[in-house]
């Protein structure tokens, strides 16, 4: 089963079996990567997820967003990608749509033109992260190659904002480089309200 896909909020019901979910990442990337296709940053980091430890592995950026709602597609979308002990991956991903300026985001644009370093940099990893942790979860696929399946996804549902003017220099390296939704397949999708 393969990723993304469309989230109908108005055929999910609520659940109650899930946990929510803890993000605790550190204000520091390690490395930053241009890899032609987005722009790639090693954070370190850990969450617990269905009550299961991941380590961070890397985050990047897609725009317009992979995940629609309501058949909408958002501006940009962060994925957050993580290993369990048992290998298994796991995503969260963070939609975000026009409105003001993002610090962070600012900060990671800052370093484009610069190409792929080694070198660390500080980052406020909270300004790309919302408050409210709700979040719809599914089971589905990487969206770039090898597109391996069996991956956990948990798209926060509130979205945060970047600037016209962000979304502008971050196509001008990086435009359409989503991958179109595919189809659900009688997949369930829960919602859980953090």
């Known amino acids: 089963m393969q990723s993304p896909i469309n989230i109908d909020t108005f055929t999910i019901a609520p659940s ?3 946990k929510k979910l803890e993000l605790n990442f550190k204000n520091q990337a ?3 990567e241009n890899n032609g296709h987005t722009i790639e940053l090693a954070i370190p980091g850990e969450s617990i997820l269905m009550n299961r430890k991941f380590a961070l592995n890397q985050m990047h950026f897609h725009s317009p967003s992979e995940h629609t709602i309501d058949g909408l597609y958002s501006d940009l979308e962060a994925h957050f ?5 048992d290998g298994r991956l796991a995503v969260v991903g963070v939609l975000f749509n026009i409105g003001q ?3 962070a985001f600012e900060t990671i644009l800052n370093k484009i033109p610069q190409g792929s370093s ?8 909270s300004e790309l992260l919302p408050e409210d942790k709700a979040y ?3 089971i589905g696929s990487l969206t770039t190659p ?3 399946e069996n991956v956990e996804w948990y798209v926060l549902e509130e979205k945060l904002e970047i600037s016209q003017e962000q979304l502008i220099r971050f196509q001008k390296y990086y435009i359409n480089n989503n991958r179109k ?12 309200n953090n």
């Open 146 to 148: 090898p597109l391996t």
């Open 136 to 138: 719809y979860h599914y």
């Open 16 to 18: 109650i079996k899930y």
């Open 181 to 192: 939704t595919q189809p659900l397949n009688g997949r369930p999708v829960n919602y859980i």
């Open 101 to 103: 300026e993002n610090l």
């Open 81 to 85: 990608v993580h290993t369990g002990a």
């Open 118 to 125: 080694g070198a660390g940099f500080k980052i406020n990893i």
């Open 30 to 32: 390690m490395k930053i």
